[in-house]
């Protein structure tokens, strides 16, 4: 995987799946236990509506790369 081409930021997690996707990869989730508490919290709710837009556009750049539009550097 090109992993420059990949974002240093909160969707990093998103592009390494599609990219993965990309590549014929099979995934699979493994349960794990999470606690959440205020002090942990590292997110705003401007960064959460970012974060959310940004997975919306790397599900977008995967089906402008499938129908053959984009030539996307995460997907090489």
């Known amino acids: 995987m090109n992993l420059p081409a990949f974002s240093d930021d909160f ?3 998103t592009e390494i799946i599609a ?5 014929g990869m099979r995934i699979r989730e493994i349960p794990i236990v999470t606690r959440y508490f205020n002090e942990a919290s ?3 709710f401007f960064r959460s509506c970012v974060y959310g ?7 977008l750049r995967y089906k402008l790369q499938k129908w053959g ?3 996307d550097p995460v997907f090489r």
Not at 19 to 23: D, E, R
Not at 53 to 58: D, K, N
């Open 42 to 44: 590292q997110i705003n």
């Open 53 to 59: 837009l940004s997975i919306l556009a790397v599900m």
């Open 69 to 71: 539009y984009r030539n």
């Open 11 to 13: 969707v990093f997690d």
């Open 19 to 23: 990219a993965g996707i990309w590549k």
